[in-house]
């Protein structure tokens, strides 16, 4: 019997092989991507908070959700951001008047907002001037803080204040906070 010399064979590398290597390279930069997109999605996975026996959870990209009478409604931010803004307590009236001082105008956001969210409440928002000399328009009734219905007056200012006098409430905002904080109040959230 004859023993033959084991001669191992030379074993090719599994890289070697273009196609194989290829196939490698592809898989690593899905697997790549896959645990990325899995990453963000627990990162920015909705985070919810409870105020007022109302829930609000983020959407992802920033924004607040909170179901609100069948209706999903969007903030920029969730009331307990808005805990640090005080103001007078105050309730709406049927009719309230708006007194826009410049540079407010209907059109803007805030105001379309504002507007929107006291119709959907049954508030019936009209637009009126503080005094003649102020009023731009003849067919805008007159009023003051003394009338039996509340008077909201926007006004462009370096704080964020809501500030009550008589029946108006003074809101003095440089930023969409205070406006948040109006419409949580409008609503009967806080």
């Given at each position: ?138 067919e805008l009734p007159i009023i003051n803080c ?45």
């Open positions: 019997m004859k023993i033959k010399k084991y001669i191992p064979k030379e074993k090719k590398s599994i890289l070697k092989n273009k196609k194989t290597y290829t196939y490698l390279i592809g898989l690593g930069i899905i697997l790549l991507m896959i645990s990325s997109a899995l990453t963000d999605y627990a990162d920015n996975e909705n985070e919810e908070i409870e105020y007022n026996n109302y829930l609000f959870f983020t959407d992802g990209s920033g924004s607040w959700l909170t179901n609100y009478e069948g209706q999903q409604l969007q903030f920029q931010y969730n009331p307990k951001e808005l805990e640090d803004i005080q103001f007078d307590q105050f309730s709406f009236t049927p009719r309230t008047y708006l007194i826009l001082n410049d540079p407010y105008n209907l059109n803007q956001f805030e105001i379309k907002r504002i507007t929107s969210l006291m119709r959907f409440k049954g508030i019936n928002p009209q637009l009126a001037c503080k005094s003649e000399t102020e009023c731009d328009n003849n003394n009338d039996d219905t509340l008077v909201l007056e926007f006004k462009s200012s370096e704080n964020n204040t809501l500030t009550k006098e008589n029946n108006c409430i003074i809101v003095n905002h440089n930023n969409n906070r205070i406006i948040e904080k109006l419409s949580f109040k409008i609503l009967g959230i806080i």
